[in-house]
């Protein structure tokens, strides 16, 4: 299994540009989970999805932000428009139902630079 | 509310010698506690976790963890340290038997000199 597969693996964008991030999770699990990393913060959970479809977005900073899964192998996180206070690494996880020995499998993230 | 607490953003250790990272949670139900490690460039890996089963949670690459109710701690060992255990660690919790919502300390990173 190739994993969790996250692009690109770095984007350096100017503020005011739109950002999409991709994910496709591994084949079979039903959750899909998108955590944001900085130094200041940690890792925040932002949303997560079941069989496609959004439970919780409570973690999304602001309307700037949205996710979305079309289908059970893909997913995207879009900020539009972008600022420099968004630079952070986004992570993308997922797993299955029941959880498994193994929890939580996460990508290797996505590094975004808005200047 | 359930959260966790890293004593210690940085922490360093001679080869060889024992590692003590520390976690103390706060939860409003049993927990479900977790350990992961993150390498440069990498995603989280799971470490172990705790399930309310055994409270001494044995993980991979020679760590463990004791869940201490009384303490409301749950502080990763490992006895002797390898070059290759520098890391970031977390500590996380859940609240939830499907580990729906996971929340992340705020790290600790790992410094092992040769």
């Known amino acids: 299994d190739a994993g969790v597969i996250q692009s690109p693996r770095h984007e350096v964008t100017e503020m005011g540009q739109e950002v999409t991030l991709r994910c496709k999770p591994i084949s079979g699990h039903d959750y899909l989970f998108w955590y944001r990393q900085t130094m200041m913060r940690g890792l925040e959970l932002l949303i997560y999805?079941?069989?496609?479809?959004?439970?919780?977005d409570s973690g999304m900073p602001e309307d700037r932000f949205s996710a979305k899964m079309p289908n059970a192998s893909f997913s995207t996180l879009k900020i539009q428009p972008s600022e420099p206070r968004d630079s952070a690494v986004y992570f993308c996880?997922?797993?299955?139902?029941?959880?498994?020995?193994?929890?939580?499998?996460f990508g290797s993230g996505t590094r975004l630079t808005v200047v | 509310a359930q959260s966790v607490t890293q004593l210690g953003s940085h922490v360093s250790v001679s080869e060889g010698a024992l590692v003590l990272l520390r976690c103390n949670y706060s939860s409003s139900v049993p927990p479900y506690l977790f350990w992961y490690v993150q390498y440069p460039n990498q995603g989280l890996q799971l470490l172990l976790k705790?399930?309310?089963?055994?409270?001494l949670v044995k993980g991979i690459n020679g760590f463990e963890a004791e869940f201490k109710k009384s303490e409301t701690s749950f502080h990763l060992t490992k006895p002797s340290a390898h070059m290759s255990d520098a890391a970031e660690y977390f500590c996380a919790v859940s609240n939830s038997g499907g580990y729906q919502k996971v929340t992340f300390g705020i790290g600790t990173k790992l410094q092992v000199i040769p």
């Open positions: 999805f079941n069989n496609n479809v959004p439970i919780d």
């Open positions: 996880a997922s797993r299955p139902t029941p959880p498994g020995l193994h929890g939580y499998t």
């Open positions: 705790y399930t309310s089963a055994a409270t």
